[in-house]
Antibody, heavy 119, light 107 residues
Framework: EVQLVESGGGLVQPGRSLKLSCVASGFTFNNYWMTWIRQAPGKGLEWVASITNTGGSTYYPDSVKGRFTISRDNAKSTLYLQMNSLRSEDTATYYC????????????WGQGVMVTVSS | DIVLTQSPATLSVTPGESVSLSCRASQGISTSIHWYQQKSNESPRLLIKFASQSISGIPSRFSGSGSGTDFTLSINRVESEDFSVYYCQQSYSLPLTFGSGTKLEIK
């Protein structure tokens, strides 16, 4: 059974940093791209970052480029999201998702982890 | 960026009715559209990939159609468990984008 379990969320002040983790199981992690998607409270879904199966390439929207960094440790089947210079508009539930290579759709989602940016 | 416009924003139906949800892209995207269902307080779930391709484990009452700029998610005879929010997502080009969702509610 595919499982994606996120952790690392919480309350953080504006301008500070936070690092999310996602432990994957039930599939061969290094055969898949991985993606973070977020959802602000009561709002829709927003793509945050994607990484290829080897970790050799990463992709971001302009809203987080230069502030967020996606990475992975294939030996630990773990995905990360380092979030720096956090803003109030980054407040959201962050989902770890499995992404088919070159297909960019998301067939498995984690339960999500809440990040609140507030003073 | 490719903008996806979903309509209607809310759809009120009676269980047993059949419905169609629309997703329109701001430019042609071939069949690079995917549909998700999100029930209240749950993570989204993939329903349909590449406009019309079925997903293992998803009930056959869900189907998708369309290409280019206009896409439709159809639910044949809505059941009580189907009342939730539906999102479309394009994978044609970066940035990946989602529609704003259609909420399917009980009339």
């Amino acid at each position: 059974e595919v499982q994606l379990v996120e952790s690392g969320g919480g309350l953080v002040q504006p301008g500070r940093s936070l690092k999310l983790s996602c432990v994957a199981s039930g599939f061969t992690f290094n055969n898949y791209w991985m993606t973070w998607i977020r959802q602000a409270p009561g709002k829709g879904l927003e793509w945050v970052a994607s990484i290829t199966n080897t970790g050799g390439s990463t992709y971001y929207p302009d809203s987080v480029k230069g502030r967020f960094t996606i990475s992975r440790d294939n030996a630990k089947s773990t995905l990360y999201l380092q979030m720096n210079s956090l803003r109030s508009e980054d407040t959201a539930t962050y989902y770890c998702t499995r992404d088919l290579i070159y297909n960019n759709y998301f067939d498995y989602w984690g339960q999500g982890v809440m990040v609140t940016v507030s003073s | 960026d490719i903008v996806l416009t979903q309509s209607p924003a809310t759809l009120s139906v009676t269980p047993g009715e059949s419905v169609s949800l629309s997703c329109r892209a701001s430019q042609g995207i071939s069949t690079s559209i995917h549909w998700y269902q999100q029930k209240s307080n749950e993570s989204p779930r993939l329903l349909i990939k590449f406009a019309s391709q079925s997903i293992s484990g998803i009930p056959s009452r869900f189907s998708g159609s369309g290409s280019g700029t206009d896409f439709t998610l159809s639910i044949n005879r809505v059941e009580s468990e189907d009342f939730s929010v539906y999102y479309c997502q394009q994978s044609y080009s970066l940035p990946l984008t989602f529609g704003s969702g259609t909420k399917l509610e009980i009339k």
